[in-house]
């Protein structure tokens, strides 16, 4: 059964002291499937996968530079559940559930049972409008939240309606759903993600090589044969993967199940996640580390979302300079900021 309380996470063993934790549950959403429980070794205090999705009171703390929404969701939304921040691409965010709670999460302030919720009919057709009279939209992104949550049937109706749209050519879904619940990975969704004229990309979210287990290998395995193409999308946290044996571990496992490696993000600036934050410094030196050891297949772009929403910015070098506290960083139309951003433009 899945941990969704403070209760919960007391009768599985995962937490000794529930009144320190309640003040972070009562503000954030706790989501454990039970295959992520089966990954978490209660008797390692360091435990990676126990760091990923049980709450800490470390989340309480939260610095000057932390903002509810750190990559600028809300300034480029033209419709409810539509981000338009770049021309050719949107995000479409139907769900704001998700099957397991990151304590990391860069959208903890709006996914959960408290967040932003699910499109009401009308605010969906809205945004398939939107998606319908922006002829310049070549790619829609299924994000939240996890698109995967959706029932096949709900998932086909999607992706009947943006098959509507001729100029619409590719449709990707970000999820966790392939490690996390990989069991839900079965004919009935992968033909749902499927509509003629498209092609479907989905992102694979994982951060450590543990969470390749012999079912998320399977599940993985049954989209890239049911004609699926694969990314990866990890996040670069500390005390998870920031060392260059999990990370090079961690592509490589991406690469074995034919996920292609993209991103490899630079953790963001949500409330209650300073825990989880190396330097940008560490993370150059880690992916240049990556270089010179792996296969170039296995090589992730390290990326910065820009706070206020300036977009991503390719950090693995030459896009930022400076040092820990004064980087200037440069954003996708050649416009510098300064990273981390004065604490008076935080939310
Ligand atoms: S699955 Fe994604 S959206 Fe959901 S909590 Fe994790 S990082 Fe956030």
Redesign the pocket.
Known sequence: MDIKSVEGLVAAGLVQHADVLRPVTEKYAVGITPDVLALIDVNDPDDPMARQFVPSAAELVTTPDERADPIGDLTHSPVEGIVHRYPDRVLLKAVHV?P???R?????EM?GPQGLGTLTPPQLDAAVAYIADHSEIWEVIL????PLVLSPRRLREMMARLAGIAHVKIVRF?T?VPVVEPDRVDAAMIAALKASGKTTYLAV?ANHPREFTEAARAAMARMADGGIALVSQSVLLKGVNDDVETLAALMQAFVENRVQPYYLHHPDLAPGTSHFRVSIARGQALVSALRGRISGLAQPTYVLDIPGGHGKADIGAARIVGSEGHYSVRDWQGVEHVYPPPAEDAD
């Open positions: 998700c397991v709670y990151c990391f999460c860069f959208r903890r996914v994000t939240g939240g996890d970000h966790r979210h």
